[in-house]
């Protein structure tokens, strides 16, 4: 229980000291084999090699191994398996 107070209380304090002003995406990179992306509006693809979500006006792309998404809820994802690049995407061009 001690826990989850102290990571509401530094999530409290990374959003005064660290604000998202668009809507950015927070990444919580462990190792090569779990991350959290916090701020996300949207999955928009899924698949055991490459993930992308977005976040405002950033879209994060996720490449590995066996990837897998552990938790998903409107503003959060948690993936893990052999997560081996974590890169922002160039926003995707509407014209044809």
């Known amino acids: 229980m001690m826990e ?3 990571k509401n209380s530094l999530r409290r ?3 005064k000291v660290l604000p998202r002003k668009d809507g950015g995406i927070f990444i919580e990179w462990r190792g090569t084999a779990r991350l959290v992306a916090e701020g996300i509006d949207g999955l928009l693809e899924y698949g055991d090699t490459r993930m992308t979500v977005s976040g405002g006006e950033s879209r994060l792309g996720i490449f590995g191994k066996e990837l897998e998404m552990r938790f998903l809820s409107e503003t959060c994802i948690v993936i893990e398996g ?3 690049k974590v890169c922002y995407l160039p926003e995707e061009d509407d014209r044809v």
Do not use: M
Request: charged share 35%; proline share 0%; glycine share 12%.
């Open 4 to 6: 989850n107070g102290r």
């Open 13 to 15: 304090l990374a959003s």
């Open 82 to 84: 052999e997560i081996r």
